[in-house]
């Protein structure tokens, strides 16, 4: 029931958005983001608070070339919400990345309607930049925007 409720709470703040099914999760995601190879392209990881799930956090487009990967975090629920898991989630990934791969820039697009993920972001050392999706598109060889309102933010090593 409870999870019923959260996804009402964030249909409402996102209308024309479809939240997307466990099929369309498992399309973007697959085995390989859940397994140690994460296939040299993506990795996801649950984000755990005294065992209990509280999350996902992930990169996806790894480039070791351009030393370079796109973030994307998601709470569980809103009262996991502003306490620090996703701040302290995105520095130890990042941090994880720097020192494994020789990463150096991270990228997050979140909606500008998501202030409370903004502030977390920025916390984590992320900075707003200007791309727009066709920018990011070229950039990155596809779109990574989910939404309409998307912003982009970079934080460097």
């Avoid at 990345?97 to 920025?122: C, E, M, Q, T, V």
Wanted: glycine share 8%.
């Amino acid at each position: 029931m409870q999870y019923n409720q959260d996804i009402d709470k964030v249909s409402l703040h996102y209308q024309g958005t479809q939240i997307p099914v466990w099929k369309e999760f498992c399309q973007n995601y697959n085995i390989s983001f859940f397994n140690s190879s994460g296939n040299k392209k993506g990795r996801n990881f649950i984000i755990l608070s005294n065992s209990t799930e509280v999350g996902t956090i992930g990169y996806d487009l790894f480039d070791k070339n351009k030393r370079r990967v796109i973030l994307d975090i998601w709470l569980r629920a809103e009262k996991y919400c502003g306490l620090g898991y996703g701040s302290d989630a995105l520095i130890t990934l990042c941090n994880y990345l720097h020192r494994k791969y020789g990463i150096k820039d991270f990228y997050i697009s979140p909606s500008s309607r998501n202030k409370r993920a903004i502030a977390a972001y920025s916390k984590s050392g992320f900075k707003k930049i200007q791309m727009s999706r066709s920018e990011a598109k070229k950039e990155f060889g596809m779109d990574i925007f989910d939404y309409s309102d998307n912003i982009v933010m970079k934080k460097n090593f």
